[in-house]
């Protein structure tokens, strides 16, 4: 028997498989970890396929020197999909299998030690001389078994007193592997009767699930038209079958309350995977799911990966999220592309659902790509009223506050009425940048080329990228002038502005300066769900997944800096923002209000958004979209090119412009393509790395892959590094 075999080796010529003999007796299965030789070492490598016939000339074959794993940690399925992500995302086997295999494997199982009663007829007079052990008898007798570490704690005994009981064979000390992150006991809650548009939604897609049809549909639903109960409900008919479904949410929809409605429903039948788990966690969480004590993970793109082997359903939220990409590191993947690839594979059906679809999922599921289910109205309320405020009109009138006098008094009357508001601002600090009212002067980290960030609490400028801080100027360093003050508004302003204006207001802030530390952002959410304060102050964290029948109000503090950001995506993400957070307000009985902030209230983002009318907005964007020829009428790539000396880079993302002219030639593309660039990345800096870029635009997906491969391919000097990204999400 031979093993054909990925090496652990990141290097474009080792990336190809290998093949090994099986040693006689050796229990070796595809999908398993091993130990090979390789160049007079040995390295890891992953068991894709075993064979008879090898693809080696027998004496140069050598051994498998060991297994690392005691199960096969991929399926053929997986493998399957591997090797598709592999060619998709041009990038390396070895990466692709490390991406899907769960962090902490190598952590080894962790076990804790149980103690339990093994005699139930105890009597004190046998312990007159022993009181310590009959404690501790007595205690058992309520609750057994139990971690020792936690029996030591609560009766503050000793290790001996244990072992003395333990050697007179009351009770038994074992050990037990046991799952780091519990899910905690939740109240079981029985589904509501769904509506007619509910009900439809689940038949059309029930049916699917019970054929194996593996079809792929988009649920486009209002704020609060109850999809989460088309899930919940989808989820259940297929684990009635025996399969096991997969949902996607995106790390911030990832509240404590989202959790709660599959945990509450589905028990601990459900596996939770988000980014705060350790290494270990995670791969407690994937165990639940290799040993079938799981039919439903709920969790963050990687949870695509979760390795069930009769999957019958994948739900992807909030489907216009970015967070589904991986951005940063290879494979540059998305889990939206991912899901829909697995589900072919595994005949599953896959259902995307947002009440702000993406450009693109909206044009394929018109154009008939995949099929389209809607949800048009709210199950409790209306559809918030949504008023739109000039800034400069209140600059105007006088008004320089950050608050307009319509959000002012609309705050004053829900203090007054007992009913929250929730006040949202785009993105902590991003605003807040510090600037020369003479001059124009702005302070830049010195590493990133980003606008230092002003931190009201120690009067500190930041650096959001690197770390970098300086303490806040007096004056201005390029003309002296000392109206040098911070521009804009962070969330901290805005708390200020609200405790000055609104003494007797109980406020809350939820950014990221306030959820760092483990646990903080559920216990902020409690408090506020529970009435514990008036006005909860944030960013993109509470856009979403929030569903609190007391909110009212909804006020955005200024919509124009998503617009302003330079991704063509701008329009699209300030539409689907601001549809978001103002379906946070009015979802109970009592109607809701949002106020938007601007000082373009006549763009069409904004207009759309006040009349919370998608499809109007699709058609405006996407006219634009072909006009300029962006997706979904032609893929982008985007080639980042980076190192410490500048006129190497500059260099180096010359060479690549003319590596892509020339695979384009060689090709003879005759469909529309476009390379701009080499220009500086919009973050031009980071961490002393000078960044350029070269976007290359083509109609035809293979056009661009067959580019990444020529250029990662491509000999550059030794400190350059070359980021390939096709499809990206995010070109800053
Ligand atoms: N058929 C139903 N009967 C009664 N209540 C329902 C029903 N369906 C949903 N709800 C309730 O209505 C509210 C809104 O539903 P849900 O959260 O599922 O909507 P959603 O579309 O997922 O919301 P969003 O996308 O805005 O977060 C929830 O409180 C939910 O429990
Ligand atoms: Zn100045
Ligand atoms: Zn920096």
Redesign the pocket.
Known sequence: MFAEVIVEIKASNTDRLYTYKVPEGMDLEVGMRVLVPFKNRLVEGYVVSLTDKPSYSLEKIKSVYKILDKYPIFNEKMIKLAKWMRDYYKCYFSEVFQTIMPAGIDRGEKKVKLVRLKIEDVFEEDFKKAPRQYEVLRYLKKRSPIKLSELVKILNTDYGTIRALEKKGYIEVYEEEISRFQVRDVEKTFP????EE?KRAVEEVKKSIFSGQPDAYLLF???????????LKLIEETVKIGKSAIVLVPEI?LTPQTIE?FVSRFGNRVAVIHSGLSPGERFDEWRKVKNKEVDVVVGVRSAVFAPFDNLGLIII??EHEATYKQSDTRPRYNAKEVAEKRCEIEKAVLVM???TPSLETYYKAIKGDYKLLK?TR???ASMPEIEVVNMSDELAKGNNSIFSRKLFSYIKENLKKGEQTILFLNRRGYSSFVACRDCGYVPKCPNCDISLTYHFEDKKLVCHYCGYEEPMRETCPKCGSKRIRYMGIGTERVEMDIKKFFPEARVLRMDVDTTRRKGSHEKIFYEFKNGKADILIGTQMIS????I?NVTLVGVILADITLNLPDFRSSERTFQLLT?VA??AG?GEKPGRVVIQTYEDNHYSILTAKEQDYVKFFREEIKYREIFKYPPFAHLMNIVVSGEDEEKVKNASANTYLACQKVINKLQVKSYNKILGPAPAPISKINNRYRWQVIVKSEEREVLEEIAEYVQNMKYPKDIRVAVDIDPLNIM
């Open positions: 509501p009767i769904l509506t509910q639903g209002v704020t609060g038209s109850g999809k989460t109960e088309v899930y929809a409605r939220d909030e659902a947002s009440a949800l709210r199950i409790k979403k997944g929030f569903d029948p978001q379906g946070r979802r």
